[in-house]
């Protein structure tokens, strides 16, 4: 497709429940990334990849934090035992040529943990 | 860590005038710059982009100007429209050969007055 989509839009989660985004790139674009925005915000960076290769984690919380990309498969974010402050919105953001060129960033999934 | 800030968190303009939003950045490193335009609900739109070889760039109504002297980014838009309202964020890469994250600063809301 022409757009990242990203499902679900919305998702509440009691505190210490697992949480699971979904992102599909657009076709042809070999880049994932994924961002955490907080209150509108700045975005921070969590981690990329690079077709089903993690290109670059140095943002991941990895104790609760896991990113897939499998082939055929949207990419996925999954919180382990989320806590208040992982309530954000994160954006998944896909590109043809890594970081050196444009990212298209899908619609956000704003993720609520009560 | 890396610190990409905004000068002005909100910023009111008429419309048809020029509109300027600043950006400061600490990594003298740094290669690689995007602006990126956010509206309510949605992800960020990639607007223009610089790299570090050049002082200016424009686009469509849009002007980037990097300073490195002085570690300044500004994104100059050309007879506001009210469409333009959002929230504008520069970003920073200073790996751009290698693939690393991008610094997202803080943001600045643009509000375009009829």
């Known amino acids: 497709g022409e757009e990242v989509a990203q499902t679900p839009k919305h998702l509440v989660r009691g505190e210490g429940q697992k949480a699971k985004l979904y992102c599909a790139p657009i076709?042809?674009?070999?880049?994932v990334f994924w961002y955490q925005q907080v209150l509108k915000n700045e975005f921070k960076f969590l981690i990329s990849?690079?077709?089903?290769?993690?290109?670059?984690e140095t943002g991941m919380p990895k104790e609760r934090f896991s990113a897939k990309c499998l082939p055929n498969s949207p990419c996925s974010l999954e919180i382990q035992a989320t806590k208040l402050e992982d309530s954000a919105v994160y954006f998944c953001?896909?590109?043809?040529?890594?970081?050196?060129?444009?990212?298209?960033f899908g619609p956000g999934t704003r993720l609520t943990v009560t | 860590g890396e610190s990409v800030g905004l000068h002005l968190p909100t910023l009111s303009v008429q419309e048809g005038d020029n509109s300027i939003i600043n950006c400061a950045y600490s990594?003298?490193?740094?290669?690689?710059f995007i602006w990126y335009k956010q509206e309510s609900g949605k992800g960020p739109q990639f607007i223009i982009d610089?790299?570090?070889?050049?002082d200016k760039r424009q686009g469509q109504r849009v002007t980037v100007l990097l300073n490195k002297t002085v570690k300044h980014l500004s994104l100059q838009i050309a007879a506001t429209q009210p469409g333009d309202s959002a929230v504008y964020f520069c970003?920073?890469?200073?790996?751009?050969?290698?693939?690393?994250?991008?610094?997202f600063g803080t943001g600045t809301s643009l509000t375009v007055i009829p």
């Open positions: 953001a896909s590109s043809q040529t890594g970081v050196s060129g444009e990212q298209y």
């Open positions: 076709k042809g674009h070999s880049y």
């Open positions: 970003a920073e890469n200073p790996f751009m050969y290698t693939g690393n994250q991008f610094y």
């Open positions: 990594n003298s490193a740094s290669d690689y």
């Open positions: 990849f690079q077709n089903e290769n993690v290109f670059d």
């Open positions: 610089i790299r570090s070889n050049m």
